[in-house]
């Protein structure tokens, strides 16, 4: 019998005997090290091994029998069990051959280590019925870090064999439908890599919310990687565009997103190396929280050893990271299947959507915020869980709130209708397993527990973006399917208004023929959050401003250069979610009362009567006071299309009202790298193409001479209404009067899809009309509008309205 491999000698034929975990780190050694992945050494029990363990003293046919009439659903006789088995394995010696065969190994590994007299070890628990296409088992066993001595390594090796029969991996097993005795397991012996003093995480090849699948997810935090996989920190997140590394792009030029976490502990090396003294938590400095925990050359080499991995395995990955603190070396400590975002993708042509009753969630009291998984709505009762030993209060369909879960919750996290916890990222432990069990679940709100009363009913909503909400009472919300194999051709081409870069993702799984519409002002609100000026002129600000704005931008090499970069990340996460679709990139329209709302704002922006047609749109970027912030705006735009290669970018120029101020724009944009017809082709094959809002009556009038300018309009109807019919839109005591169906209205519109069509010149439409009033997109139709942006939630039941059809099917 052979009682242990090394990884030099395993591979994924191998996972009867050592497990799906221990048979990749294999698979990775032999077949990957020309990639650059770089993955620690060690050795591997056998699964032959474990079962003859058992097979002392009849040790596996008492356990056997000890969970023949289990009811799991019991968590109090489970907990018992579990705890009697466990203590039975720990009882038990191990034959000699195999505590023989892993002190040989041991003191071979160490003998070839560069440092022999630091190294310590990871032992980790590989199931045979782990990392499986269809069950990851993720997290159910034990891993214990930082171990050092044979005979703490030994100890660790029987704590590891006893953890098949923790609570949840027992529960796990029979809510899969897995026999017991089928489940053997390996312990693998990994050297330790030193990311105590480094950093680590969690990369999946494939975005965890949406199934995105050109798109790398990093997450990162200091220290051991358990801090990241339990949820103890909200760590850095980053998001590699897959094109752009295939490419050969490098550093920043391929990363799509950064997000700094809050990271305020870390797990580091403790005095001891057994099993129970090994690890401790430490506060994080100040300093190094505001930071990111890796760089821009190691996100994108993180990057690369995801793509190489993929490549080999076939199939999207969930892959496990580490940073040495010693040699700087990145490692790759495991790789498993990504099974939750898989497993929705056996039925891809299926979309299920959930909206929520708009009106009541408006009128509804939001009672907490976080960060969102899973985009489905649930609602129940709350069962607020200080500990583990309270879950016997929990009932099915209880919204489970906590300060965290770990794997011991697993047992009772299948009861509950929702998931919310005060801690944790998008991949931590509570996330993971809501993806699994299919419902929603909000992470790190910070306060849940103390905010959200025991017993009362709520509506936890993740379907309306990047932010879940926790909301007071029951409110309605439609779950719809919808077949995107069978959608109907339509007249028309169909694009989106996409507000901000959070749900690009997952919009873009929604039939679309691009973006007619991203909003710059969105986008810098929510990645910015500070006015322009304020990063251009900070000596003016005040000592508690400029210290707020310092701390905004700490993490960057300079106030525009946060700028830059930010926008540029928001404008490259919605360009690379639809190309080569498209994507029109609007300007910012920021009115001066809006500007105001930004931090600093008042202080730059004059007060007007009237801002909806004041100092907005074209007639700032050529102003003497706006002139630099509109120079930060077109070098991000710059770096999206010609350093990210997001060529499928177009730029629209709003809110002009002359020929002469149309000509003023388009010359600052050229000095800026931003010349109309040159610079990287896009998808259709030509270089930068502009168009313009028409939304001001004189585009109507002058139609034809602001066409000699730019490649095309798109149709504003939301301010061409305004201003055709004199109705200020943000007035309530005219609001009646708004109309776009207005006949005045419709005259100007079929008037400029006319000259546009026969100029040959694009001629969309982005205002909110044709999303709120089927009969004013089929006019457009008739019209030969050439496309309609829509806003997401309306473009199904649009396209299947032009197709004749209806969008039935909910179910509230």
């Not at 998984?373 to 129940?380: H, T």
């Not at 700028?563 to 490259?572: C, D, L, M």
């Not at 061409?720 to 005591?733: F, W």
Request: proline letters at 4%; a negative charge.
């Amino acid at each position: 019998m052979t009682t242990i491999l090394a990884f030099t000698d395993i591979g994924m034929d191998d996972v009867a005997q050592v497990g799906g975990k221990n048979a990749s780190l294999g698979e990775m050694v032999v077949n990957l090290a020309d990639a650059g992945v770089r993955v620690p050494g060690g050795f591997a029990t056998t699964a032959d091994a474990f079962r003859d363990f058992l097979a002392v003293n009849d040790l596996d046919k008492k356990i056997e029998g000890i969970l023949e009439d289990l009811d799991i659903d019991d968590v109090t006789e489970l907990s018992r069990r579990g705890e009697q088995i466990r203590g039975w394995i720990l009882e038990q010696p191990f034959p000699q051959e195999l505590e023989r065969d892993i002190r040989d190994a041991y003191e071979e590994l160490v003998a070839s280590d560069p440092r022999p007299d630091e190294v310590t070890w990871a032992v980790r628990s590989s199931a045979t019925a782990e990392d499986l296409p269809d069950a990851s088992f993720a997290g159910q066993q034990e891993t214990f870090l930082n171990i050092g001595g044979v005979d703490n390594l030994l100890e660790a090796v029987k704590a590891v064999f006893a953890s098949l029969y923790n609570d949840r991996a027992i529960s796990y097993r029979v809510h899969h439908g897995f026999v017991h005795a089928d489940v053997a397991l390996s312990a693998g012996i990994q050297r330790m890599v030193r990311t105590d003093i480094g950093a680590s995480g969690v990369m999946f090849t494939v975005d965890t919310e949406s199934g995105f699948d050109r798109a790398v997810f990093i997450t990162s935090s200091y220290g051991l990687g358990e801090a990241v996989v339990q949820g103890a920190v909200n760590p850095d997140e980053f998001y590699v565009y897959k094109p752009a590394i295939k490419d050969g792009k490098s550093g920043k030029d391929a990363i799509l997103s950064r997000t700094v976490g809050e990271k305020a502990v870390a797990m580091r090396y403790a005095e001891g190396t057994g099993i129970d003294s090994a690890t401790r938590w430490e506060d994080v400095d100040a300093a190094d929280r505001a930071q990111f925990s890796i760089d821009d050359d190691e996100v994108t080499a993180l990057a690369r050893h995801a793509v190489a991995i993929e490549e080999h395995y076939g199939r999207p990955m969930d892959i496990e990271w580490g940073r040495d603190g010693v040699d700087g070396q990145l490692y790759i400590l495991q790789a498993r299947p990504e099974t939750v975002v898989s497993r929705r993708g056996q039925d891809g042509q299926v979309l299920t959507r959930f909206d929520i009753d708009r009106a009541a969630a408006d009128s509804a009291e939001v009672l907490a915020e976080g960060r969102s998984i899973g985009q489905r709505i649930g609602s129940g009762p709350v069962r607020v869980l200080r500990s583990i030993r309270d879950m016997e209060t929990m009932d099915t369909g209880d919204v489970l709130v906590a300060e965290i879960t770990d794997p011991d919750w697993e047992p009772v996290m299948k009861r509950a209708s929702a998931i919310i916890t005060e801690r944790g990222g998008r991949t931590c432990h509570a996330a993971i397993i809501a993806r699994e069990l299919g419902i929603p679940a909000i992470v790190g709100t910070g306060d849940a527990t103390s905010v959200l009363p025991d017993g009362d009913e709520v509506t936890v909503s993740c379907a309306e973006g990047d932010t879940g909400r926790v909301y007071r009472g029951t409110v309605a919300f439609e779950e719809k399917e919808t077949r995107l194999d069978a959608m109907p051709e339509i007249p028309t081409k169909l694009m989106m208004n996409v507000a901000t870069p959070d749900q690009a993702f997952a919009f873009s799984s929604l039939p679309n023929e691009g973006v007619g519409l991203a909003r710059m002002e969105f986008i810098i609100n929510r990645q910015i959050g500070v006015h322009p000026r304020a990063l251009l002129e900070p000596d003016s600000l005040s000592d508690d401003v400029r210290s707020q704005v310092d701390e905004i931008t700490a993490a960057y090499p300079s106030p525009e250069e946060f700028f830059i970069r930010r926008v540029a990340e928001g404008v490259s996460t919605i360009a690379a979610a639809f190309d080569p679709n498209p994507v029109i990139v609007r300007l910012s329209d920021f009115k001066t009362n809006e500007y105001a709302n930004l931090l600093a704002g008042e202080q730059f922006e004059p007060r007007e009567e009237n801002p909806m047609i004041g100092y907005r749109g074209a007639a700032r970027y050529v102003s003497d006071d706006f002139r630099g912030c509109f120079a930060l705006e077109c070098e991000a735009l710059r770096r999206v299309r010609e350093e990210m290669g997001l060529a499928n970018v177009r730029i629209m120029i709003p809110f002009v009202r002359t020929v002469d101020e149309l000509q003023d724009v388009l010359d600052v944009m050229a000095t800026h790298g931003l010349e109309r017809g040159s610079g990287a082709a896009d998808p259709a094959g030509d270089g930068l193409q502009v168009v313009m809002m028409c939304e001001v009556p004189s585009n109507y009038l002058l139609a034809d001479e602001f066409l000699d300018h730019v490649d095309g309009f798109s149709i504003g109807s939301n301010d061409m209404t305004q201003l055709v019919l004199g109705v200020d839109r943000d007035s309530d005591l005219v609001a009646h009067d708004f109309d776009e169906r207005n006949p005045a209205v419709l005259k100007v519109i079929g008037s400029v899809i006319d000259t546009c069509v026969a100029r040959d010149k694009y001629v969309g439409i982005c205002g909110q009309g044709p999303s709120d009033h089927p009969g004013f997109a089929e006019w457009l139709v008739d019209q030969g509008i050439g496309s309609m942006s829509l806003t997401p939630d309306t473009v199904v039941k649009t396209w299947l309205a032009l197709a004749g059809e209806s969008d039935d099917g909910g179910n509230t």
